[in-house]
């Protein structure tokens, strides 16, 4: 399988290569990590959206409640 | 000779070119130097110039330009000490960039600033130092858009990197403090982030205690890095 390009600079030297196993483990790491915070935020807006809609306010007239 | 000069020569087409005139050139140019001592022996010997005020000299160990004052070598540029020194940077491309070797025991606390940041699709730019590799970082945002006064809050604990924010397809600027990076003890991370559309700003920590020379930008997806300038500069420790 093809690994993701990745740049390192070392001073005035930039080199552009494929990944090593290990970047790419740590590159997917991240991925996953930020794919299941994305899930988490996104769940989190659409239970806040439909708690508003019951109530039938905005974000921001929520906030002044809140305040 | 000294290198004071009363006039800057023009050869004429056909004029004859005189050791004078190539002395002049030659004496008054920048000569290139390994070291200040091979510096101070290539003036003043045999068929050598006499060290006058006013020469210049570039050094290679040390990648800086001097000047001689009549009485000592002055440093001209770039500076090699100071409150605010750069030690690396460069232009972001793909997902992923490496600035390595930029963390030393020359500096505690460094500043990394981003500027005309672009990115394919946005999502959250994150930044790693080399000697954690598992997921001791801890982050906290909060974030506003320009066009709402309610702010959004996110934790992430136990992650794999430091929080950036999440800059726009379009530019973006950004600058984080870290703390002991290079020393064996947590690292902390304090960060600001502007975008086009809303503004973030990121506090954190890396409890490894691994001493760290090296850091990675990432966006952590598909998305790369259209555009972007990091500069990585080290506080003065006193």
């Known amino acids: ?67 | 000779m000294p290198n004071e000069q009363t006039s800057v020569p023009l050869f004429a087409s056909g004029e004859v070119l005189t050791a004078q005139n190539l002395n002049l050139s030659a004496g008054t140019g920048v000569p290139v130097f390994a070291t200040t001592v091979t510096r101070d022996a290539a003036f003043g010997g045999t068929s050598e110039k006499v060290l006058a005020e006013g020469q210049l000299c570039y050094l290679s160990d040390s990648n800086i330009v001097q000047y001689y004052t009549g009485a000592a070598w002055a440093t001209v540029g770039p500076a090699t000490s100071g409150a605010l020194v750069r030690v690396g940077g460069g232009t972001l491309s793909t997902s992923t960039t490496t600035f390595s070797n930029v963390f030393s025991s020359a500096y505690n606390t460094y500043l990394i600033q981003g500027n005309d940041i672009t990115v394919s699709a946005s999502a959250t730019m994150r930044l790693s130092i080399s000697g954690s590799g598992g997921t001791t970082y801890s982050s906290n945002t909060i974030n506003m858009t320009y066009t709402s006064a309610t702010v959004t809050g996110d934790t992430y604990n136990g992650s794999g990197n430091f929080v950036i924010g999440t800059p726009q397809t379009t530019n973006t600027g950004f600058e984080m403090v870290l703390v002991s990076p290079f020393l064996s003890k947590a690292t902390q991370a304090f960060n600001r982030m502007s975008t086009n559309t809303n503004c973030w700003q990121s506090y954190g920590v890396d409890t490894n205690a691994a001493s760290s020379v090296s850091c990675t930008i990432l966006m952590p997806g598909a998305q790369t890095f259209s555009s972007g300038t990091i500069n990585i500069y080290g506080y003065a420790n006193s």
């Open chain 1, 1 to 67: 399988m093809t690994r993701p390009d990745t740049r390192i600079i070392d001073g005035e030297t930039v080199i552009d290569r494929e990944m090593t196993e290990t970047e790419h483990e740590q590159f997917l790491l991240a991925q996953n990590e930020a794919k299941a915070q994305a899930k988490a935020a996104a769940d989190k807006a659409t239970a806040r959206q439909a708690v508003l809609d019951r109530l039938g306010i905005t974000a921001d007239e929520a906030a002044l409640l809140l305040g």
